[in-house]
């Protein structure tokens, strides 16, 4: 399951972009979205839906299953997706 970020809801609180703006970017509308999922680990996307004051990021599951703690991120970000 690939991340989404549910761009309309957005309420530009720089939270995510400030977390990793190689993964989330603003739109012309400053609206974050997914620039790149790659763009960093997956526990950023994690972190990143922690954080969000609107609760719109949702983190997926990670493409990569080799990273530290993996089993552990996948379990905290479960409630965001």
Known sequence: MAPWLETELCT???ECTKLNPK???YNKDK???I???DGGP???LVKAAEKCTARVIHP??????????VEKWIKRGEKYN
Do not use: Q
């Open 23 to 25: 993964i989330f970017a």
């Open 35 to 37: 620039l790149n999922p």
């Open 31 to 33: 609206k974050a979205y």
């Open 60 to 69: 997926g599951l990670p493409r990569d299953k080799s990273e530290n703690d």
């Open 42 to 44: 997956y526990s950023a």
């Open 12 to 14: 530009s609180c720089d």
